[in-house]
């Protein structure tokens, strides 16, 4: 197992020493990384311990360190998953060759694309996020969203390691820019729309963390496919971390609906609102709004984008390896959503250029199960929240501007109209309420009023862990 090199400025686990142009010109970003980190990092805090855990292996047990960091200290460093001996490539026009250690010439822009697309959404959600910390629920989830946003950047190293050491002169350009565009920024935003949004409250940032993070999961696990195989590593092992990202949001829902079905309960209301919760129906809004923006990352149902780089053996599927077809999909075809007249209906199309959405279908998939688990707990009060229909709330592809209902109606404008203002995504109401709620809660063991408390801590430690020291 390759080991890491802790000894120097940047930790990895690639022999960084043996490469001292490299080495150097990742020497010469670090600085700019880290002034990044505290002028668009989080707003406060960026003196204070907190109890972070560092990657110090990739191996699958113990590949963390858990103790208490200074966030501009945070030792943020380039790990590779281990070579796989006799790694082939799984899918696309090579399949069967021996995968690539280094960018074959051809295939040069548009693998820097789709690592600079990746790369961009990184610190982008930690911009997004950076006010958040001013009014975290408990000192548990300060300590979680922290988490978060380190391994945001550290993913952006991940990227700008690719970069740096791939792609010559212009890579390192790229790595510059990805410092340069900030998330809302006018003049120079983020790539993709869903990252121009400021994550408002801690509500968002669950959901945020729940529905975007993992397009992240999915976009990765595609990307671990790739037949470049130094990609493939950084996100097999980016994937390990993107784990807790999630968990992090689906269990802050579960959360917030544990304390939401308690005031039901104490209060026989619906309306928990007046009693410091947040009730279904607001719980159902927010969730339509993260779901739908994140069905766009996924693109257009058709794209011969995503058909050219399954050829070239770029992206894969999710669990590419897993699936029973010939992997090549020259000749198959499949069914995608596409308006029928004035209904909302599907079309037959060939496979290879329908690849978006077979990993829109794969990831919806995956965000059903956390709903399940949701809605086991809201049960109890005969409640449940569902997952509107692909169709609504769209910007991109078929469905984009068209007036569908959450459960897939195709209706008048005026309707439709009337359900976005006020039943179907977050009202001004909904939000002023959710902001009313925002009061920072910063004594150990303690949880603000909308939520219940985890089950457990972080690490072993008990959930009164002293997280965060001022
Ligand atoms: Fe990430
Ligand atoms: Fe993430």
Known sequence: MTTVDYDTLIPNNVDLAADRRLQRALEAWQPKFVEWWKTLGPLAFQDSDVYLRTAVSVSQEGWANFGYVKMPEYRWGVFLADRVPGRTVAFGDHLGEEVWQEVPGEYRADLRRLIVVQGDTEPASVEQQRALCMTAPSLYDLRNLFQVNVEEGRHLWAMVYLLHRYFGRDGRDEADELLLRHSGDEDNPRILGAFNEETADWLSFFFFTYFTDRDGKFQLASLKESAF????????????????????????????????????????????????????????????????????????????????????????????????????????TRQVPAMDGERVGERDAPSLVALNETLREDYIADCAKGLERWNRILAEVGAGLSLPHV???????????????????????????????????????DKAHVRSLMAPVREPGKMAGWLAAPAAGIHGKPVDFDYVQA
């Open 391 to 429: 169709g609504f709330n769209r910007h991109v592809g078929t469905f984009a501007g068209r007036p569908i209902t959450p459960d897939g109606r195709l209706v008048t404008t005026a309707e439709w109209e009337a359900g976005m203002s006020a039943q179907w995504l977050p009202t001004d109401l």
């Open 229 to 332: 195989d130094p990609l493939a590593r950084t996100c097999d092992f980016m994937l390990k971390e993107e784990a807790h990202h999630m968990f992090v949001g689906a269990s802050g829902i579960s959360r917030v609906i544990q304390r939401t079905v308690e005031l039901m309960k104490e209060h026989d209301t619906d309306d928990v609102g007046a009693h410091g919760g947040i009730d279904i129906a607001t719980l159902q809004r927010y969730l339509n709004f993260h779901y739908s923006v994140s069905l766009d990352l996924f693109g257009a149902e058709t794209s011969t984008n995503a058909a050219n780089y399954f050829a070239a053996g770029l992206k894969g599927r999710f669990q590419e390896e897993k699936r029973a077809d010939d992997h090549r999909l020259k000749d198959a």
